[in-house]
């Protein structure tokens, strides 16, 4: 059990690297749907060795080379974080919108090995990738963390149980650079959980009370670089604070089984003010 924390206060988080994964060759080598793991059943699931170090490494300078005033600099063969940029994230010029139309983000969030995981784990031929894909940068100069929320109050689907949200961390993650954590079988207290959403579409900003209301344990996979997430609409996460100058760099991507089961309002390129 780890002591994190989020927006400065404490709270309990078990972590382990046994629940809930596979490997990505072993999943593209079922043949039979049954044995495919259901994402909606289990809430999230890690698929492992799916980007090589390589391609995360050059996607990773491509993102910290843009920006241009001293806000990053390279240390150790990776980079630490001294200011944040001038604008939000995301908005106006920050140059989080330029590393969307970069060749090294397209080659691994367009990639045809992400494709063929969520056709499988969506079990459909029709799988589209939303367009409407997300970069978020996070350190210890950053404001706060993301509060503890489903991904169901920001992408409205009429079949949830056909989208699943693809996360993948751009280099080291921890408990020391903060990542994604659950709230162990939350997708299965919908109903009791729909009362908690608040009008700004988040459940809680205290992680503790929150995992103490609801009788359920947050949860860190511990994973490696190349490893992704995947998880559904209706499990509750969040991220906690970092503790270190090094950043922690992730893409955050929705695939549907169809394009019927897209929401239309995720139809353009993600900006930080558009609302959603």
């Not at 709270?11 to 039979?32: R, T, W």
């Not at 909606?40 to 990773?60: M, T």
């Not at 995992?211 to 559904?232: A, E, M, Q, V």
């Amino acid at each position: 059990m780890e002591t994190l924390k989020a927006l400065n206060k404490d709270f309990y988080c078990s972590a382990g690297s046994e629940l809930n994964n596979i490997d990505c060759q072993n999943l593209l080598s079922l043949d039979n749907s049954i044995d495919v793991p259901k994402v909606y059943d289990l809430g999230f699931l890690i698929v492992k060795n799916v980007i090589s170090k390589e391609e995360i490494k050059k996607a990773r300078d491509s993102y910290f080379n843009l920006f241009n005033k001293g806000e990053y600099k390279r240390y150790h063969n990776d980079w630490i974080h001294i200011r944040n940029h001038v604008d939000s994230h995301g908005c106006k010029n920050h140059p989080s919108k330029k590393f969307l139309e970069s060749q090294e983000f397209l080659k691994i969030s367009k990639s045809i090995i992400l494709k063929k995981i969520s056709a499988k784990l969506l079990r459909s031929n029709t799988t589209t990738l939303c367009p409407r894909m997300i970069v978020r940068s996070f350190s210890k100069l950053s404001e706060r963390c993301t509060f503890a929320h489903r991904d169901k109050e920001y992408f409205k689907s009429k079949q949830p149980n056909n989208v699943i949200t693809c996360w993948i961390p751009m280099g080291f993650v921890g408990s020391n650079n903060g990542q994604l954590i659950y709230l162990i079988d939350s997708h299965k207290k919908k109903e009791k959980i729909d009362k908690l959403v608040n009008s700004e579409k988040i459940i809680s900003k205290d992680f503790k009370n929150l995992s103490n209301k609801l009788n359920l344990k947050w949860y860190r996979p511990i994973i490696d670089i190349g490893d992704i997430i995947f998880h559904s609409l209706d499990i509750i996460h969040a991220s906690f604070d970092s503790n270190s100058e090094i950043p922690r760099l992730s893409i955050d991507l929705r695939f549907a089984a169809s394009n019927e089961d897209l929401d239309p309002r995720w139809s353009s390129k993600w900006r930080g003010d558009d609302g959603l």
